[in-house]
């Protein structure tokens, strides 16, 4: 049982002992507040995702990983905004208009893809774990950017110039928002390099991290930019240039700290959905029409399914057409994984339901009490069975391999040496070899370097990384380590007792 599943049967455990305590009149302790998720809750969720996140895997597929995320989440957008506005309107749900419908799209197109990392291994499967992780991020600041959209456009008459508007504004907040964290990060590695302010002290560093990351995301919030993609990317920088220009100590407490502070909200998030999924409130407008709640549940349950089918598969397919490598190609296990993990919905969907359909947590209208209990269904049924589900079926589509980490590092070893032979060999030298038989490998030529490039996009990012960013910025291998002050104390003290062993 995964984390979230088991703080959604906490949430429900919590919430039937305060019906019990309350005699029926409440089932959670607070309002749900969206202002309090998005400024408070999902900041530390997001910052450690861009934090932690394998940073060479995670470039080495963006391409893939913004097909999934950004495509994939306008397809679903696409298919459940269609979708609901067909088949609700047989239900006769006649409370929802265009606007509605558009933000049912853009809620339910938000994944959650946690249970699945929780199963995934990084080692075993890097390609695997790095597309499911990406694209789980990627579609949450993509589900959130046309979320705001959608609020900002008047949309009663939807015209070809308003679609445009619509989607400039969007690629327009992906590009700002995106580099207004890549600056922060940049400002904040400069400053703990160059400046000196608070370094060699793990309080300040650590202080000085947090509230840059989160001068990143209020910034983005106060110019009405995508904040999640800000403050991501402000993590994936920080994690490449300022977590090296802290002391050792430092990086020990921010790696382990940001990773708490994303768990505690998170299962915090998932509690209150459990407490809230008995609300009292809202259930009472459900009970008047519940063949409509369940109609609704069902019917936003298969546009999850139809539209993540229609997204994944055909993308992975149009990205495995530019891999040249059998290996790098996406396999179609591969392919039902990432389709399963993006089945999920989780703290994004309720927070958006939340946003549109509740005016301050309360629920007014009978029409957005059955939106807000069919979310919170859908949420709890993907969570808990498909949740439930996730590990047997990953360990099915992909078994754990122990004995190939030798032949992985012998592969890429080989891999690497070619690289570095001469493209161009000289006959006599093959003669020799021939004659010897001492060599067993072939040796490349040019039609080698024709159909496999020795150059790839990274290494000529590395030699621009390494000649001019890091220089000023920081990183691996460009700052000499520094140890803690209490590792300085602790090294003036062994000092003495090892010079008396000596004597």
Same mark, same amino acid.
Request: charged content about 15%; glycine content about 6%; proline content about 4%.
């Given at each position: 049982?995964? #984390? ?15 019906? /019990? ?38 470039f080495q597929n963006f391409i893939t990983i913004s097909l999934l995320g950004a495509v994939g989440s306008l ?58 992780? !990406? ?31 619509? %989607? ?6 992906? /590009? ?29 560093e650590v202080a000085l991290m947090i509230l840059m990351a989160y001068l990143s995301y209020m910034v983005a ?41 994303? %768990? ?5 998030? %998932?509690?209150?959905?459990? +407490? ?8 009472? &407008? ?20 139809? !539209? ?29 994984? /990432? ?19 509740? +005016?301050? !947590? ?33 360990? &099915? ?43 067993n490998t072939p040796h490349p030529n040019l039609r080698m370097l024709l159909t496999r490039p020795t150059r ?6 590395? +030699?621009?990384?390494?000649? &001019?960013?890091?220089?000023? &910025?920081?990183?691996?291998? %460009? ?21 008396? /062993?000596? #004597?």
């Amino acid at each position: 049982m995964t #984390e979230s599943v088991t703080a959604l049967f906490i949430g429900l455990c919590t919430g039937i002992f305060i019906l /019990v305590t309350t005699k029926g009149k409440s089932s959670h302790l607070f309002v749900f507040d969206e202002h309090l998720f998005f400024i408070y809750l999902l900041p530390p969720i997001i910052f450690n995702a861009g934090f932690q996140v394998k940073k060479k895997q995670f470039f080495q597929n963006f391409i893939t990983i913004s097909l999934l995320g950004a495509v994939g989440s306008l397809i679903s957008f696409v298919i459940i905004w269609l979708g609901s506005t067909f088949m609700f309107e047989n239900l006769e749900i006649g409370f929802l208009d265009l606007k509605d419908y558009l933000a049912l799209g853009a809620i339910f197109s938000a994944t959650d893809t946690v249970c699945t990392l929780q199963v995934l291994n990084q080692d075993e499967t890097p390609i695997l774990y790095s597309l499911v992780f !990406g694209e789980g991020v990627v579609n949450d600041a993509t589900s959130v950017v046309l979320f705001n959209a959608i609020q900002r456009f008047d949309l009663s008459h939807i015209t070809s110039t308003v679609a445009m508007q619509l %989607f400039g504004n969007f690629f327009y907040l992906f /590009v700002t928002s995106t580099v207004l964290g890549i600056v922060v990060g940049l400002l904040t590695a400069y400053i703990i390099k160059k400046l000196y302010l608070g370094r060699h002290s793990t309080d300040r560093e650590v202080a000085l991290m947090i509230l840059m990351a989160y001068l990143s995301y209020m910034v983005a919030e106060l110019f009405d930019l995508s904040s999640i993609l800000t403050v991501f990317f402000c993590g994936i920088v920080m994690s490449h240039y300022t977590w090296h220009n802290v002391t050792e100590k430092s990086r020990v407490t921010t790696k382990h700290g940001f990773a708490t502070l994303s %768990f505690i909200s998170e299962i915090f998030i %998932f509690l209150y959905v459990g +407490m809230d999924a008995l609300d009292i409130e809202k259930w009472k &407008f459900v009970s008047k029409s519940p063949g409509k709640s369940i109609g609704v549940s069902s019917i936003l349950l298969v546009l999850v399914l139809v !539209g993540r089918a229609a997204s994944v598969f055909p993308l992975c397919f149009l990205s495995n057409l530019f891999r040249k490598s059998q290996s790098d190609k996406i396999g179609f296990k591969q392919q039902v994984t /990432v389709w399963w993990a993006g089945l999920m919905r989780g703290a994004v969907s309720v927070a958006l339901a939340y946003n549109w359909f509740t +005016m301050s !947590g309360r629920t007014q209208q009978p029409g957005n009490a059955i939106m807000i209990t069919s979310t919170i269904t859908v949420v709890l049924f993907t969570n808990v069975v498909c949740g439930l589900l996730t590990k047997p079926l990953v360990r &099915f589509l992909s078994p754990p391999q122990h004995k190939q980490s030798s032949n992985n590092m012998s592969s890429e070893l080989s891999s690497e040496m070619s690289l570095v032979l001469p493209v161009l060999t000289n006959r006599e030298d093959q003669k020799q070899d021939s004659m010897s038989g001492s060599d067993n490998t072939p040796h490349p030529n040019l039609r080698m370097l024709l159909t496999r490039p020795t150059r790839s996009v990274h290494y000529y990012w590395r +030699m621009f990384d390494d000649a &001019f960013m890091r220089p000023v &910025f920081g990183g691996r291998g %460009f700052v000499p380590h520094v140890p803690s002050p209490e590792q300085n104390s602790l090294h003036e003290r062994l000092l003495p007792e090892q010079h008396t /062993v000596v #004597e």
